[in-house]
């Protein structure tokens, strides 16, 4: 009998070819993708103040790939400051993925998930990862703590005087609808900045080193699911994000913060598989 007119009988039953295609699917994932919820797949927050992602962006110029490691992306630029500061990155080393087995869910660059604007788009100012709810958040770079929870703006970078915004948080009893952020300086000239945390367990003053478990993965401040918001810049740079000036007008918040840089500049290539981009995480939406 031909094999497509042999009875529902004899066919393999349903449960064993539904296990069989789901085993496909994950075979050739790191398992953590089934793991996901499906709001942190695509998700396109970041640490900010309550905004359309909450960051902020400036001039976008590309950076020449010629150089960089396999996987890696060309970083855009705001000005010359903004390209001074990828040129002296092109010697750092030390640098881990501070998740593992997890996918990227969004870009450093334009997005219409940021609230930094560039060129008059909106720019999502650092790369969000994904895995589970609860996974360990580990050091990208050795360094040390200097901001841990929810109290962190001076450390992060924000250009102006933080008086009014934090008086409105106050105002507004608004504290705890923060990001859970731990701030390291790397001892290199550059913090990382770690964004959604769901506990910290690093402490400031804590000495620490690549890979250290500083933290778990969460969904705090403006998520819509858990994952982390890596952010990486100088504190020493001239090169400025503008803020939204519908988050300003809303928030107080200041009106710029120090440019940030792409983490995929330092970050191990994506080649060794470890890490693998989410859907749509590359498409700006």
Not at 200 to 222: L, P, R, S
Not at 225 to 250: I, M
């Amino acid at each position: 009998m031909a094999p497509w007119l042999r009875s529902a009988a004899s066919r393999p039953p349903l449960p064993l070819l539904l296990a069989f295609v789901a085993a496909l699917l994950v075979g050739g994932q790191p398992l953590a993708l089934a793991l996901v919820p499906a709001s942190a797949m695509g998700d396109r927050s970041g640490m900010g103040t309550g905004g359309r992602g909450g960051d902020v962006g400036p001039e976008v110029a590309v950076v020449p790939t010629a150089g960089l490691a396999p996987g890696a992306r060309a970083a855009p630029a705001l000005e010359r400051s903004g390209l001074d500061d990828q040129a002296t990155i092109a010697g750092m080393s030390g640098y881990r993925w501070p998740l593992e087995h997890a996918r990227i869910t969004q870009a450093f660059g334009p997005s219409s998930g940021g609230s930094f604007m560039v060129d008059g788009q909106a720019f999502h100012d650092g790369l969000d990862l994904a895995t589970f709810c609860g996974d360990r958040v580990r050091a990208a770079h050795a360094g040390v703590v200097i901001a841990a929870g929810r109290h962190t703006d001076d450390a992060t970078g924000w250009v102006g005087d933080l008086a009014a915004y934090h008086a409105r948080l106050d105002e507004k009893q608004a504290w705890g609808s923060l990001a859970i952020v731990i701030v390291i300086d790397d001892g290199n000239g550059f913090r990382s900045i770690y964004v959604h945390l769901a506990r910290v367990t690093a402490t400031v003053g804590q000495v620490v080193n690549a890979g250290d478990v500083i933290g778990f993965e969460g969904a705090t401040g403006y998520a819509s699911g858990c994952h982390l918001h890596y952010g990486l810049f100088n504190p020493d740079s001239s090169g400025r994000f503008q803020t939204d000036p519908e988050v300003v007008a809303r928030t107080l918040a200041p009106v710029a913060v120090v440019a940030r840089i792409d983490p995929l500049l330092v970050l191990p290539p994506l080649a060794a598989g470890d890490i693998t981009w989410g859907w749509g995480a590359r498409d700006g939406t």
